[in-house]
């Protein structure tokens, strides 16, 4: 197999602290910047699985960053430079303790409460007579609790979010104006490449001098759910799965093979067959998301490539 990155220990100079999300690795630096290292990690209901999977930690950093680029003039954000393939470097914000999901059809999550018999998400109705991964008739803001390492994400509504004083009514405003235009701007560099923005999470946080910015990753296949546009009402109305663009195809695996992240499952065997075709997936993703080919990075020593361009960047 490739070589993965599934964890990093560096000592970078002027670290305070270390914290390691489910994909991410976060070092600040001097209280004032953060070095994200985008690993190869792969979760999926919350859990992450055994294996790295080539390349994807580059694939998410790239996808990431060029879509920060593409969307700065609507929504500002942390990000200051990526010195390596698999690494940004931005503005120590304050996150937000929320993440904005936002859905524009009845897919995944939404999908299953629907099927459930539910009609309200986060506290938004969903109408009678839809369908699975039929459109919304106007895009719905579910946020979730931004779960601590190893927990789970929590729905909640817009009213509990104010109510227990997670984020000010002022702030969430803003989050959510932002949200909309994020996703109107996804939607549209979407359609240019004959795909559909179908749902996606964005963070946030605000910088020293109050500002809220975009922070983390945005629409990548991690965070975001995408359709093949050509053949997408046709496939409705056979009542067909559409070819999706997203992490779901590991998810349908996991649940396939009995795992749903549930207490007493077992995670079922990733073969190094599997693992090559799921990057084989996130290749195929990045290309179709962005439009260009994807250039694989040297990966013969992952860790100390990383290091050395993290290094070069702080000297200066």
């Given at each position: 197999?490739?070589?993965?990155?599934?964890?990093?220990?560096?000592?970078?100079?002027?670290?305070?602290s270390v914290y390691r999300g489910k994909v991410r690795e976060v070092y600040n630096i001097n209280d004032d910047l953060l070095v994200m290292?985008?690993?190869?990690?792969?979760?999926?209901?919350?859990?992450?699985?055994?294996?790295?999977?080539?390349?994807?930690?580059?694939?998410?950093?790239?996808?990431?960053?060029?879509?920060?680029?593409?969307?700065?003039?609507?929504?500002?954000?942390?990000?200051?430079?990526?010195?390596?393939?698999?690494?940004?470097?931005?503005?120590?914000?304050?996150?937000?303790?929320?993440?904005?999901?936002?859905?524009?059809?009845?897919?995944?999550?939404?999908?299953?409460?629907?099927?459930?018999?539910?009609?309200?998400?986060?506290?938004?109705?969903?109408?009678?007579?839809?369908?699975?991964?039929?459109?919304?008739?106007?895009?719905?803001?579910?946020?979730?609790?931004?779960?601590?390492?190893?927990?789970?994400?929590?729905?909640?509504?817009?009213?509990?979010?104010?109510?227990?004083g997670i984020v000010s009514e002022e702030d969430y405003l803003v989050l959510e104006q932002y949200t909309r235009a994020l996703f109107q701007?996804?939607?549209?560099?979407?359609?240019?490449?004959?795909?559909?923005?179908?749902?996606?999470?964005?963070?946030?946080?605000?910088?020293?001098?109050?500002?809220?910015?975009?922070?983390?990753?945005?629409?990548?296949?991690?965070?975001?759910?995408?359709?093949?546009?050509?053949?997408?009402?046709?496939?409705?109305?056979?009542?067909?799965?559409?070819?999706?663009?997203?992490?779901?195809?590991?998810?349908?695996?996991?649940?396939?093979?009995?795992?749903?992240?549930?207490?007493?499952?077992?995670?079922?065997?990733?073969?190094?067959?599997?693992?090559?075709?799921?990057?084989?997936?996130?290749?195929?993703?990045?290309?179709?998301?962005?439009?260009?080919?994807?250039?694989?990075?040297?990966?013969?020593?992952?860790?100390?490539?990383?290091?050395?361009?993290?290094?070069?960047?702080?000297?200066?």
């Open positions: 197999m490739s070589t993965t990155i599934t964890t990093t220990h560096f000592n970078f100079p002027g670290q305070k290292i985008a690993t190869d990690r792969l979760s999926a209901f919350d859990v992450v699985l055994p294996k790295g999977i080539p390349y994807k930690g580059q694939i998410l950093n790239q996808i990431a960053t060029q879509f920060m680029k593409m969307t700065q003039d609507i929504v500002p954000n942390w990000l200051i430079a990526t010195p390596d393939p698999n690494v940004a470097v931005g503005y120590l914000c304050e996150p937000f303790k929320v993440e904005m999901v936002i859905r524009g059809y009845v897919s995944g999550h939404a999908a299953r409460e629907y099927a459930a018999g539910k009609r309200t998400l986060c506290g938004v109705t969903m109408s009678e007579g839809l369908k699975e991964n039929d459109k919304f008739p106007t895009p719905i803001i579910t946020p979730t609790t931004k779960a601590d390492n190893g927990s789970h994400d929590e729905d909640i509504s817009r009213e509990a979010i104010l109510s227990k701007r996804g939607t549209e560099i979407a359609a240019s490449r004959g795909l559909i923005l179908v749902d996606t999470k964005y963070e946030f946080g605000k910088t020293k001098d109050g500002q809220i910015v975009l922070i983390d990753e945005i629409h990548t296949p991690d965070s975001s759910r995408y359709f093949y546009a050509e053949g997408y009402q046709e496939r409705q109305d056979r009542g067909e799965e559409q070819k999706q663009l997203s992490k779901e195809f590991v998810r349908r695996w996991l649940i396939e093979n009995g795992f749903q992240g549930q207490e007493g499952q077992q995670i079922p065997d990733m073969t190094d067959s599997y693992i090559e075709s799921v990057s084989e997936r996130y290749i195929e993703l990045y290309e179709n998301i962005l439009g260009e080919k994807f250039v694989k990075a040297d990966i013969s020593n992952i860790n100390e490539r990383i290091e050395k361009n993290v290094l070069a960047f702080l000297e200066k």
